[in-house]
């Protein structure tokens, strides 16, 4: 695996999970109470044995660099590194990335420099977990020029897919970018053939690209070189290669989320807390999920009922109802609240006085979450200040909404609060 280099892209500006993009790049996200989207992708390569590892990366991208260069610090003995690329003009070309193919073009420099013989590109806002080695075997067992990771889906997920068609050799025959209508019917498939049973078939009788693409070294470097126009993997690059190329499909019949917009990112979260056997597991000793290490205190509870709920480390949280919701570090929930069906990230740090319950007699209100609150199917976004009293429930039944002078959105009946916002005592939103 040594000669295998990862590329993580980093996304555009994330405008489907506006408003926590609002101030950092979407790999950055907060998710599980502790961990970033951008630990996902990493921790799979780590845990594969891939130790070269690029993020690409345009917008917002000061947290996430943070967050990089304070978790993932190799030892001088291994021959490893998680380094963030950023967009960047220079004198030959003056323009930010174009899309993911140019992406990875503009720092072909770079990479063309590296000791591999394979380079894997990795999209770093996907929940899934995966062991790449299989993957690259699968890839220089077919002498492919490029395979590419691809899952059954059923018709109301294709859509939002690149689709393709194989042969019985797995070999890749058509591909086609989120096909609508008549073209999405032309993409249906046999799925029987990638091994699946004859119900699940039935049910999903699509094949879709995950994102992820295996690359032989010179094939990646012609194909960006001779196609500078190009822009893109899924729209342009891997459909003109099919022709001349042998690209091949990689089944992984598993869990894999992307949790690209608000709705998605919600319910994956909420997902997590789930019992017995979600679907995604943080509980896996043999592939663990990285992240930076803070070394907070532990949550100290006091008189608190919690059902099928994660509770991060650092919180204090006080004669309180939490149910179905997933409580990011350093969160402070006072007494009387009822928090349920929320993702609430917590906090960067703690304010002094920090165990004492909130004045509600006071208009400087602390961060978290004030005595008597009641919030429900909710994200509440980090070092937010919610008062007393207050109703987050979207009494009103409200799609979407865009109320930033007010310190939240509304997003598919998600109400959420902004970063840093403040929301006054006994408002009901």
């Known amino acids: 695996m040594n000669n295998v280099l990862s590329i993580i892209l980093g996304g555009g500006a994330g405008t489907r999970l506006y408003p926590l993009t609002k101030t950092r790049a979407k790999p950055a996200v907060p998710l599980a109470g502790k961990h970033r989207l951008i630990d996902i992708p990493i921790s799979n390569c780590i845990n594969s044995n891939l130790l070269k590892i690029y993020v690409l990366t345009q917008f917002n991208s000061a947290s996430l660099n943070q967050h990089i ?61 995966m062991d790449y080695r299989d993957f690259i075997q699968h890839h220089r ?71 992820i693409y295996l690359f032989k070294r010179e094939v990646l470097i012609d194909l960006l070189k001779q196609q500078p126009d190009c822009t893109d993997f899924g729209k342009e690059i891997i459909p003109n290669a099919i022709k001349d190329l042998n690209i091949q499909a990689y089944l992984f019949n598993d869990y894999w989320e992307d949790i690209g917009t608000i709705e998605a990112f919600f319910n994956a979260n909420l997902a997590l807390a789930k019992q017995p056997n979600p679907s995604f597991s943080f509980y896996d000793k043999a592939a663990p999920i990285y992240t930076r290490a803070r070394y907070l205190p532990p949550t100290k509870q006091l008189k608190c009922e919690v059902i099928q709920s994660m ?104 109400i959420t609060v902004v970063k840093d916002a403040v929301i006054p005592h006994d408002t009901v939103i």
């Open 141 to 211: 067992k077919t002498n492919a020029d490029i395979t590419l990771s691809v899952l059954p889906v059923d018709e109301k997920q294709a859509s939002s897919f690149g689709l393709m068609k194989i042969d019985n050799t797995g070999r890749i025959i058509d591909f086609q970018e989120k096909p609508k209508g008549d073209d999405l019917k032309r993409m249906e498939v046999d799925t029987k053939t990638l091994g699946l049973s004859a119900q699940e078939a039935k049910m999903k009788p699509y094949i879709a690209s995950m994102g």
């Open 311 to 414: 509770i991060s480390e650092g919180c204090v949280l006080k004669d309180c109802y939490i149910e179905n919701s997933v409580i990011g570090i350093r969160s402070r929930i006072d007494s009387g609240c009822t928090i349920k069906n929320v993702l609430l990230m917590g906090a960067d740090y703690y304010q002094s006085d920090f165990e004492n319950e909130g004045d509600c007699s006071l208009e400087n209100i602390p961060i978290g979450i004030g005595s008597n609150t009641t919030i429900d199917h909710a994200i509440i976004d980090k070092n937010a200040r919610i008062g007393c009293n207050v109703k987050i429930i979207n009494k009103d039944n409200v799609s979407e909404a865009e109320k930033e002078d007010q310190g939240f959105y509304i997003r598919s009946n998600i």
């Open 69 to 129: 260069s304070r978790s993932y610090n190799f030892s001088g003995f291994q021959q490893g590194f998680v380094e963030i690329l950023a967009a960047q003009q220079t004198p030959e070309n003056m323009n930010w990335f174009q899309g993911t193919a140019d992406a990875v073009r503009q720092y072909l420099w770079l990479f063309d420099r590296a000791e591999a013989d394979e380079y894997l590109i990795l999209s770093g806002d996907h929940l899934y977990r």
